[in-house]
């Protein structure tokens, strides 16, 4: 019989433990401890951290697992390519998945494979963010203006608030 790894155990993963049951595959369900729904439908269960890509190698290859999957959240794509990638398994290779976690990484992928895509940008300030807006709009009128993200900061909540008060203010 196959074993599916499900990272995550909420409720936004109990169709795919109900899904498995019903047609006849296993599960191990792979969480932070908690009380998770999907505990009781699983299987079996791990309780481990689901975005470190070792504690899911090691579940994966402990439970010896035929697949790793999840739905519902980003948090363990990157430790489902590097697990499904180390051990052969079916799935997203370790470059894909972390496109499919990060937005920004996903979006210039898509637009790199010609897929058509909402306009985006990535705003580190106020500033970055006035300059946006005019840039989504330009982008909107089919101009092909590309800002990178050069660098990652540290957001306190106030400046958050800050930049979507603004944002909001400024959309169209």
């Keep these: 019989m196959k ?6 155990a909420s409720y936004t993963q109990t169709p795919l433990y109900e899904l498995s049951r019903k047609i006849g595959i296993k599960t191990v369900a792979m969480s932070i401890p908690g009380p998770y729904p999907g505990f009781e439908l699983a299987d079996e269960t791990d309780m481990h951290n689901i ?10 290859r402990d439970h010896h697992v035929d697949g790793i999957v999840t739905c519902g959240l980003d948090l363990g794509m990157r430790a489902i390519g590097a697990a499904a990638e180390a051990l052969g398994l ?9 496109k499919a976690a990060n937005k920004l ?5 898509l ?3 010609g897929v058509q895509t909402a306009p985006f940008c990535c705003v580190h300030s ?18 092909t203006t590309r800002r990178r993200c050069p660098r990652r ?6 400046s958050r ?12």
């Design 126 to 143: 106020e500033d970055e963010l006035e300059a946006s807006t005019g840039a989504t709009r330009r982008r909107r009128r089919g101009e």
């Design 51 to 60: 975005a470190d890509p070792d504690a899911v190698l090691r579940a994966a």
């Design 111 to 113: 637009v790199a494979a």
């Design 3 to 8: 074993k599916l790894l499900v990272l995550g």
């Design 105 to 109: 990484l996903m979006k210039e992928a």
């Design 153 to 158: 900061i540290r957001t306190t909540a106030s």
């Design 90 to 98: 079916p799935g997203p290779s370790k470059e894909a998945a972390a």
């Design 161 to 172: 608030n800050s930049l979507r008060a603004r944002f909001s203010a400024s959309s169209p």
